[in-house]
């Protein structure tokens, strides 16, 4: 009997670090394929166009399923981060923002600013592009509150290095959000793909430490 609850608790720690691979993935993959439409597409601005408008034109399917496979992988995580911790908010926060990409994917952001080439610099919006504004801007808000609560997690485990990455963060990408909400370009634009590859880089360090936690248990 004690032999069959730990098979049963070990095979529970692999699946459990399984699912947080997928945070670990996940990020370098929505990096990879958007950074590489954004860098070959023709007409595309990095300083000037949100990457959210890679999902229209012949390619359009590319940034779409880029979009629902880093969701999945994201909600993958989030269960693997509630099987870790125990029934958190932080998980449940993540796992919103996980469904909001797939969303993002589903409800297509409209042709604008002049991309795909050819298109007006200012285009009516549509039910999906403007449900793709909302899903997203949901999802981002929920990403922003699980930084700030693993933040305070990490502070009581007395682990300051990620309570401290996870606080910044936080800001960073609130920081980020704001400015891209407010329809600044340039600079503002950049800043903001910073802030989502830090976000990203977040989502795996906080996976990886819980990953090497469970790999520890396990030894």
Request: proline content about 3%.
């Amino acid at each position: 009997m004690t032999a069959y609850a730990t098979s049963d608790c070990t095979s529970a720690n692999r699946i459990t670090r399984s699912l947080l691979g997928y945070g670990v993935l996940a990020g370098p993959l929505y990096l990879g394929v958007s950074l590489a439409q954004a860098l070959t597409r023709d007409g595309f601005d990095l300083s000037k166009h949100a990457w959210s408008l890679l999902a229209n034109g012949d390619l359009g399917w590319i940034q779409i399923m880029n979009f629902v496979v880093a969701g999945l992988a994201t909600v993958a995580a989030a269960v693997g981060l509630r099987r870790a911790l125990g029934r958190r908010l932080a998980p449940t926060l993540i796992a919103a923002y996980g469904v909001s990409l797939i969303g993002a994917g589903i409800f297509r952001a409209d042709p604008a600013q002049g991309f795909p080439a050819g298109t007006p610099e200012t285009t009516p919006i549509s039910w999906h592009g403007a449900l793709h504004f909302v899903v997203g801007g949901v999802g981002f808000f929920c990403l922003i509150a699980a930084c700030f609560v693993l933040a305070g997690h990490f502070r009581r485990e007395g682990r300051r290095g990620l309570a401290w990455f996870s606080l910044a963060t936080g800001v960073a990408f609130l920081a980020g959000f704001a400015g891209i909400a407010s329809g600044s370009h340039g600079p503002t634009t950049l800043a903001f793909v910073a802030a989502v590859g830090l976000v990203w880089a977040w989502l795996a360090a906080v996976c990886i430490h819980f990953y090497r936690a469970l790999a520890d248990t396990a030894a």
